[in-house]
C-alpha cells in the first residue's frame, strides 16, 4: 500500500496472489491483442439507451458541497462496472477502464471528493500515463470534467506543477484515438484546457446546464475585473456582492462556449449514456494521420 497511495509505483493494490490474477485477467479483457487492433466489443447486455434519471439531481445546489464523480461514471458506463488503476494514488482524479455498448473506453475525471478535484502534480502525472497507454492501444477517451483549476501553494510551485501539469495536456493534444469531454459543473482557466477542451482536440464536447466555463470563479474574478467599479462605490460590499451575483448570471452556464462552438451540446444528465455512446460509435471509424516525424520533446 505504501507505493500505492504514497508514490503511485503500483497500480493495483491486491491481498492476495489470485486476486492479483484475477486484476490482470480482468485488465487485458479490455485490451486488444496488440497495439495494430481494436479493442474487443463484448455483448454486457446493458441498453446503450439507457437513461439516467438519477443524475439529474446529482450535483448539488450549494456550489461548495461535493459529490461522488464515480457515481456519475458508474451510472454512464455498461452495468456499473468500472476498473481502476492507481484508486489509491492522487485520488483527486479518476482513471478507469470501462464499456460503453460493450465498446472499451478509457475515462479520466476529476474527483470533487477530493481536493474539489483540483489538478496536482500527481494527479497530471496520474492522468498522462493512463492517457498515452489509452492512445498507444487504441482505446477511446472520455473526460469527465469538474474542475477548479490547478492546487496553488508553494509546495505545488516548487515541485514544478506548470512541467507537470504541460505533460498532461501534451499528452491530449498528441492522442490521435477518438476524444469525447463532458463537463458536469466546474471548468475553470488552464485546466479547462487541461481537461480535454475543444482546442486540446476534443471530437465532442457536451455538458450539462450546471456546467460554469469561465476563466476562473466569481470571487476571484470579480474583484479584479470590477476593481474599480467597487471602489468607486458607496457601499464597495454591496457593490462586490452585485458583481459577483452579474458575473454568476453571465458565466455560470454552459450557453455562451456552446454559441462560440466550444461545446458541442447542452445535454441533460439523464441523457448522458445515450448521447455519449452515440458519438463513440459515430467516432469509431476515427482515423487521424499525422506528418511524420521521429517524436516529440515531451516537457519532463
Not at 81 to 101: G, K, S, T
Not at 138 to 146: F, H, K, S, V, W
Not at 274 to 280: C, K, S, V, Y
Request: net charge negative; aromatic share 8%.
Amino acid at each position: 500500500m505504501t507505493h500505492a497511495t504514497r508514490s503511485g509505483v503500483a497500480h493495483f493494490a491486491c491481498d492476495s496472489d489470485t486476486r492479483a490474477i484475477e486484476m490482470i485477467r480482468e485488465l487485458l479483457g479490455y485490451l486488444p491483442a496488440n497495439n495494430m487492433e481494436d479493442p474487443p466489443i463484448v455483448e454486457t447486455g446493458d441498453d446503450p439507451n439507457r437513461m439516467l434519471p438519477a443524475l439529474d439531481t446529482v450535483i448539488p445546489d450549494d456550489p461548495r458541497q461535493v459529490y461522488d464523480m464515480r457515481e456519475v461514471i458508474c451510472s454512464i458506463v455498461d452495468n456499473g462496472v468500472i476498473l481502476e488503476p492507481h484508486y489509491h494514488y492522487a485520488q483527486n482524479i479518476i482513471v478507469c477502464f470501462a464499456r460503453l455498448a460493450g465498446r472499451t473506453v478509457g475515462i479520466i475525471a476529476n474527483q470533487p471528493k477530493h481536493l474539489a478535484g483540483c489538478l496536482d502534480v500527481n494527479a497530471s502525472d496520474k492522468a498522462t500515463r493512463f492517457i498515452r497507454f489509452c492512445d498507444a492501444f487504441n482505446i477511446p477517451l472520455l473526460t469527465i470534467a469538474d474542475v477548479p483549476g490547478y492546487l496553488p501553494g508553494a509546495d505545488q510551485e516548487w515541485s514544478g506543477i506548470i512541467r507537470h501539469g504541460a505533460k498532461l495536456l501534451w499528452c491530449y493534444s498528441e492522442a490521435t484515438v477518438p476524444k469525447i469531454t463532458l463537463i458536469t459543473r466546474k471548468d475553470y482557466g488552464g485546466s479547462y484546457l487541461a481537461m480535454c477542451s475543444r482546442d486540446l482536440g476534443a471530437d465532442f464536447v457536451f455538458a450539462w446546464p450546471t456546467a460554469e466555463i469561465a476563466v476562473m470563479g466569481a470571487e476571484g474574478a470579480a474583484p479584479i475585473i470590477y476593481k474599480r467599479d467597487i471602489e468607486k462605490a458607496s457601499d464597495p460590499r454591496a457593490a462586490l456582492e452585485e458583481k459577483l451575483k452579474e458575473y454568476r448570471d453571465l458565466l455560470y452556464n454552459p450557453y455562451i462556449a456552446a454559441s462560440r462552438g466550444y461545446v458541442d451540446e447542452v445535454i441533460l444528465p439523464r441523457d448522458s449514456r445515450r448521447i455519449i455512446t452515440g458519438a463513440l460509435e459515430l467516432l469509431s471509424t476515427k482515423r487521424e494521420v499525422r506528418p511524420p516525424k521521429k517524436h516529440g520533446n515531451i516537457p519532463m
